[in-house]
């Protein structure tokens, strides 16, 4: 199935900014909207506690909180408990479908305890390119934008790793600015090789031309020595 490259395609290129480097790329060819892009605002989801304006004794400082999940965050697991982190099987959160445009805003985590799982704090320390790519992680693996890939359908590196495979859908795709196909694990860091569900680039090292057999034909001898060369047919 050849996949045709369109307008709306271009937002696949987007991944991996923050790996490669997004120096010189073209950025923000968005069709759908006109005008100049708002900047990008992290969205801070509902789920996260405001910090307190002023200490009351009804809500714990904001310090503590941010120790507490980031403790909560740094502390090692049980094998029970790393295995059920790996699982993306969790109530996914509801997406409010825009009936034509793609959202530019960012996302930031809000399920605490799973692999994708980052803290304010964590968060705030990545680069922008960073926190982009972790807002795709995001959106991936807790809203209905991210579909399973399962079996063989998965990445390769997530085949390999049996972990869960999680993109994009198609449909969630288009309700995101740049979404790329690159799989929500690979977009942590890259993987040997690359997302093989990614569409951005090659991921296949070229292979060099196997070293066929050396034919001799193109030494072939042309002949024999020429007769009477030795003078070995004098007879006595
Ligand atoms: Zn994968
Ligand atoms: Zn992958």
Not at 109 to 132: F, H, N, Y
Not at 199 to 214: F, I, K, S
Request: glycine share 10%; with cysteine.
């Amino acid at each position: 199935m050849a996949r045709v490259r369109s307008k709306r395609n271009d937002d696949d290129d987007d991944e991996f900014g923050g790996i490669f480097g997004g120096f010189g790329r073209p950025e923000d060819i968005d069709d759908e909207v006109p005008g100049p892009a708002p900047a990008p605002a992290f969205h801070v989801p509902p789920a996260r506690p405001p910090a307190p304006s002023l200490a009351t004794a009804a809500a714990p400082p904001a310090a503590s909180l941010a120790a507490a999940a980031a403790a909560a965050a740094a502390a090692p697991l049980t094998i029970g408990a790393f295995d059920a982190a790996q699982l993306a099987d969790q109530t996914r959160f509801p997406w409010a479908w825009a009936p034509h445009g793609k959202t530019r805003e960012s996302y930031a985590p809000v399920i605490t305890g799973k692999w994708w799982s980052r803290t304010d704090q964590e968060l705030a320390g990545m680069s922008a390119d960073k926190r982009r790519d972790w807002g795709h992680i995001g959106r991936i693996m807790e809203t209905e934008l991210g579909e399973r890939m399962d079996g063989d359908e998965r990445c390769a590196a997530c085949r390999e790793r049996d972990q869960e495979c999680w993109v994009y859908s198609k449909k969630g795709a288009q309700q995101v600015s740049r979404p790329g196909s690159t799989c929500a694990r690979c977009r942590v860091v890259s993987r040997a090789g690359g997302c093989s569900l990614s569409t951005r680039r090659p991921t296949r090292r070229r292979t060099p031309p196997a070293p066929g057999p050396q034919s001799l034909a193109a030494y072939k001898p042309s002949g024999g020595p020429p007769p009477g060369a030795g003078g070995s047919a004098i007879a006595a």
